[in-house]
T-cell receptor
Framework: GESVGLHLPTLSVQEGDNSIINCAYS??????FIWYKQESGKGPQFIID?????DKRQGQRVTVLLNKTVKHLSLQIAATQPGDSAVYFC?????????????FGTGTRLLVSP | GAGVSQSPRYKVAKRGQDVALRCDPI?????LFWYQQALGQGPEFLTY????????KSGLPSDRFFAERPEGSVSTLKIQRTQQEDSAVYLC??????????FGPGTRLTVL
């Protein structure tokens, strides 16, 4: 079936660096793309989302870029902090699933060294 | 409460036992979702409720899995005759809009 996936399973950065986490998706019918952060022992936490008719969306220290031509999604974290260390998932949701189910990728672990 | 709560947080079951996992959604959230997360993987959809109606159960792995939400609030995921492959974290989420689902901490089920 359709799925989203990630290029890099682990990303190690130094505190203060900018981080970029990438995601490839295959479902052209997706309407929303969402980034979640999951810390150990916790459930996924919503970070930011972007609609399929947008190319870029900014939040606090985070930016999501969507390239529909190559079906690529990225999450940029500015001035990465140790508290950003977690597993990051991209997920998609669309009309084809009745906006009911999130389809997640396998995740990228972000390790931030002080 | 301020967020989605789940209980128990950890459950160890012997193969063949039945288990029941509870989810308390955010008050007022109409939609409730169950996901299964295997170690090192992203969550996978199991089932979805809108109020008390179970509108989609296409993700339930087998007929040993059963979910209910009788009064449109608290939900229970029941697994009968547990198998080792059922070992995973079971996540519950609630929402007012599908693109913003709020997740609970999950229940880690280990089947021995």
């Amino acid at each position: 079936g359709e799925s989203v996936g990630l290029h890099l399973p682990t990303l190690s950065v130094q505190e203060g660096d900018n981080s970029i986490i990438n995601c490839a998706y295959s479902n052209s019918a997706s309407d929303y793309f969402i980034w979640y952060k999951q810390e150990s022992g916790k459930g996924p936490q919503f970070i930011i989302d972007i609609r399929s008719n947008m190319d870029k969306r900014q939040g606090q220290r985070v930016t999501v870029l969507l390239n529909k031509t190559v079906k690529h999604l990225s999450l940029q974290i500015a001035a990465t902090q140790p508290g950003d260390s977690a597993v990051y998932f991209c997920a998609e949701i669309g009309l084809d699933t009745g906006f009911q189910k999130l389809v997640f990728g396998t995740g990228t672990r972000l390790l931030v060294s002080p | 409460g301020a967020g989605v709560s789940q209980s128990p947080r950890y459950k160890v079951a012997k193969r063949g036992q039945d288990v029941a996992l509870r989810c308390d959604p955010i008050s007022g959230h109409v939609s409730l979702f169950w996901y299964q997360q295997a170690l090192g993987q992203g969550p996978e959809f199991l089932t979805y409720f809108q109020n008390e109606a179970q509108l989609d159960k296409s993700g339930l792995p087998s007929d040993r899995f059963f979910a209910e939400r009788p009064e449109g609030s608290v939900s229970t995921l029941k697994i009968q005759r547990t198998q080792q492959e059922d070992s995973a974290v079971y996540l519950c989420a609630s929402s007012l809009s599908p693109d913003t689902q709020y997740f609970g901490p999950g229940t880690r089920l280990t089947v021995l």
